[in-house]
């Protein structure tokens, strides 16, 4: 009975989306930098959030992490209402946060960087540092560097692989392009797309349009923390009028 | 000889630690000239930037304002020596009104500055005319802290022209801001400055607006300066291509 | 000769690793907290206060000693834990300065327990079986104890170095000292995190209290006494720099050591007593420090936590208004001698008094966003300038401008290296002069009168009645504060906002941002060295309390109290600050526990300042 019951919920939850949003407002002091925001994500889809600077992409992704803002609405991650969680239990429950600066630990090593992100293993697994090292091979070599003083786009690597030892189902990524050479952005998205194949949802805050071609299965234009657009990449190329208008290309 | 350049930078040098930040850079902007520096992250732009603005001073070459040598000088001795400067993060005082904001740049120039009199710029022509310049004269009775983005860099923009400088810095001016408001804002800027005689030099991310509002780009990679033209010649040049535009630029 | 001195290292050496101990605690606590724990001190004294409890309770002897020093460690990492969980807690997103006082609320707290609970003597603790004896070097004896501290200090810095590199705990800790926002992102919980790093800190005072006790006594002046010495030694180390903390531990204790065991030394046919110039090497320490390296010998600038940014209040120009509803206030003040008692009189000069202090703080807190936690030193100056003075034959006019140019020329000399720091050092370092003056006021006994203080400073004829001195005080007050209101518009109080509200932009607009903040502290310094003068002539005599710790604190909760961003803010806080403080001594023997507490609880209702806290309000009303 007990079991059924239990079997049931987990079948309705597989049912519902995998994060839900619902009337996000986000405000830092007085300046309100999200507006009314709905947006849902699959299980395992990639959806993309493109907007210039200053669109309220970060913030969005900050909200839900509950981190560094104010915040109002509904915000529910696998079933479980998450607007009124302290972060680190919504770290706990599988976001991962790739923050936009990185905010990589400088003074710890790159193991040690990893080692702080390890969480229990989540649906039966758990990201081993040989993983991670097949992901990233450039990590590999610089393992017991300090990572003050990795490279940006080592940075970023690291960044992403120590949200991964703790082994999201929901992976947000703030600007992964940013500042990055063209060779080390290829080599990201393509990990990136990786993650995904293995059944990670991302969203992944964005400018630049080159960069998540390749994984993204869904976009979404937010200008001055509104949305303004909701599509597929096809859908945006119909209309060269929105990226126009909307996106600084 | 002719009238001496606005700024001049000559083989300008920067290392931190080992590493090179900025490697014998030389270019020059004329008066009134409107130039841009730009290249990817971690390519010297920023440290350049500081270099010409006093936040650094360099290892080795020279920074020249209006022919006169102020390498190493601090922002304080450039800024009565003509060099005015914009932040990237815009930088106001939030505790004041508008008008105090940009008479507080008009004050520093004043005498009596240690009266207990309320100071006379305040009321005075000189912040009156900033005002109008940029458009703020209906504004001037809000505090900073309470205004838009946008409006918010036009105060800066008038706080940093109360010294009647002959160069103006700006360090990415349209930063988070929506396209309308860049090109607004950009076009502002060369505007006032065009009428004040000050050339201007920023750095900036948004291709579209340094190719509209630039006369010349500096671009620069791995620390040193890598091309100089005018707008037509940057894009063009298939080396700026490889080095920063990448994509972005390709049809 | 050369005996002598190395034994004095080796005595340094062991001060150095109790002072060590206690500092740990609180560099650790400010890693990861951003709190700097003005209780420290307090877990120090409760350490060694339970110590000589648990020894007596275990019946003394070997067991009796180590039971006492572990359990004393472990009671007090017990008394941490809870501080965490009732208080600091609540005020993790507080302004700094409000950290300070809450925690400084805990220091009168537990101040009046201890005193509640063992009485006012001092206790001597038991000497450490085993370790009694001592060991002969060169002819000279070190005390057995002596040589097991001299190797606690280093064992200690190596375990707590394994503890933060080799453990899984010792990681979290350091992620989030350098960044907890993302060290909560990646699952880290910061609440455990930081109720763990609070006992262990704890933890280290309570032992170093107890391992204190065979060399000195248990103490209710311990807590302070040792908060400033580590004040010091953080300041100099480096905020946050474990190694930083043990290297400046040794410089410090070892020169201590060293003027100690100098004595009395005939200098070129001059007597110098170095012993009494422990303190002023001490400050020579830490100046020095402060001139060659602001960040501290092993320190650079901590990593600031993000979403703390304050944005201060505009300060309006008064409307005509303002200055009538003033003139009313001063002209019912000055008829108050009319229907006012003695006592009253001597209660309003008091007002006066403390709303100058209240107002020279608020000058520096409030136009220049620097907190000064040591202003009661200036306002002593001012109070020992005047006496001295007096006590000299100078006339009442020259005694008064006596306490004023010393207190300005101190501002100054201590100005010079305040404003080159800011926030939490600024405070500490603040405090830390504050409290090495007092020390010298304290020990100085043929000029400042030591500990019993200088009596006999009255105002000439004219004055000598509580209606006439009431009056001048009144007065003068009214005209400075009043000057000083036309100051805050002027061009120079402009500057110096502008210079808090963003330093980077009034550089790049032609002012020089550190000779702003030095004449805004002289400034400062300079009204509080006033408000010291006329308060020695009124009271009649002083003693050293005029520049201790707590007068500093009650001006900085009077400042608080009514807030720094406005003009009569300081007055109000003042003013019930005084009235308040008059009525609880009056009522009970445990006053400054009911302070305390009160202190705790204001800044638990009011985490962002009452002014702040109500703007919050607004802004959330604002909103819905």
Redesign the interface.
Known sequence: MSRSASTDAAAERAARPLLEIDGLSASYGRATVVHDLDLTVARGEALVLLGRNGAGKSTTLKSVMGLEVERRGRIVFDGQGIDDWPTHRIAAAGIGYVPEDRRIFAGLTVTENMAVGRLPPRDGHAWSEAEIWELFPPLAAIRERRAGYLSGGEQQMLAIARTLMGNPRLLLLDEPSEGLAPVILERIAEAVGMLKSRGIALVVSEQNLAFVRDFADRLLIIETGAKRFTGTIADLAADPSIAERYLAV | MTAPHALAVEHLSKSFGGFRAVHDVSFHVATGEVTALIGPNGAGKTTTFNLVNGQLTPDSGRVLVAGTDVTGRDPRALWRGGVARTFQITATFPSMTVRENVAIGVMALAPHFWSLQRPASLSGSATDALLADVGLTGMADLLAGTLAYGDLKRVELAMALANAPSLLLMDEPTAGMAAAEREALMTLAVRVCKARGAAILFTEHDMSVVFRHATRIFVMSAGELVATGTPEAIRRDPLVREVYLGKAAAP | MLASLLIQTLNGLASASLLFLVALGLSLIFGVTRIVNFAHGSFYMLGAYMAVSINVWLGGGILGFWGAVAGAALAVAAIGLVMELTILRRIYRAPELLQLVATFGVVLLIKDATLFIWGPEDILGARAPGLTGSISIFGKRLPLYDVFLILLGPAMLAAIWWLLRRT?WG??V??AT??R???????????RLFTSVLALGAGLAGLAGALALPREPASLGMDLSIIADVFVVTVVGGLGSIPGAYLAAVIISVIKAWCIGLGTVNVFGTVVSFTKLTLVAEFLVLATVLVLRPHGLLGSEPPAQ??AAH?????P?PARGFWMAAGLGLVAMLALPLFADRYALVLLTDIAVFALLASSLAILMGWAGMASFGHAAYFGAGAYGAALAALAGAPFAVSVASGLILATGLAALIGRLAVRTSGISLAMLTLAFAQILWAIAFQWDGVTGGSNGLVGVWPPGPLASKTTYFLFAMLTAAVTLG?LW??A????G??L??TR??P?????????TLALRWSAFILSGAIAGLAGAIFVFSKGSLSPDVLAIPRSVDALVMVLLGGFETLAGPIVGALVFTLLADWLTRTTDYWQAVLGAAIITLTLIFPHGIVGTFERWR?RG??Q
């Open positions: 899984a990681l979290r350091r992620a350098e960044d926002g993302m060290a909560a992102a990646l699952g880290i919980d910061q609440a993000r979403g944005v201060h209040a505009p300060l120009e000057l036309r100051l518009h002027s061009p120079f402009y500057a906002r502008a509200d963003n980077r932009r009034a550089e790049a607009s032609g002012f020089d802004a604002d909103r």
